[in-house]
């Protein structure tokens, strides 16, 4: 190329650059220092709970002891308890009591 053919290029280069770049820059204003006077301020950040790693169980760590709960007495057990603390009623109180007695 010549310098006569490379001068009309360099101009028409750098004038397209440069209205390129203010069309780019006008597109974003938030990027100047600030931002727009018109956004509201940016809420705070949301609180993040902290997460709690369980604890591992070690192969060689001896097991804890299992806590053993008193069995409960049978339905027939209730029934015979209930019945023995009935004492002086007819036989239709002493079923309405029975019945809330063993369900209790």
């Known amino acids: ?16 650059l440069l209205l390129i770049g203010g069309a780019v ?12 006077r018109f956004n509201p301020p940016l809420p705070p950040p949301p609180n993040v709970p902290k ?13 804890p002891p299992i806590s053993q709960t ?4 049978s339905f027939s057990e209730k029934v015979s308890r209930c019945l023995d603390e009935v004492t ?3 036989p239709a109180e002493r079923e309405a009591y029975t019945r809330s007695c063993v369900n209790r």
């Open 51 to 63: 997460v709690q790693v369980p604890v591992a169980p070690k192969m060689d760590a001896p097991t």
């Open 25 to 36: 820059h006008a597109q974003s204003p938030n990027n100047l220092v600030g931002g727009s």
């Open 70 to 73: 008193a069995p409960q007495p």
């Open 88 to 90: 002086g009623l007819d």
């Open 1 to 16: 190329m010549t310098s006569m053919t490379r001068a009309p290029v360099l101009i028409c280069t750098m004038t397209w």
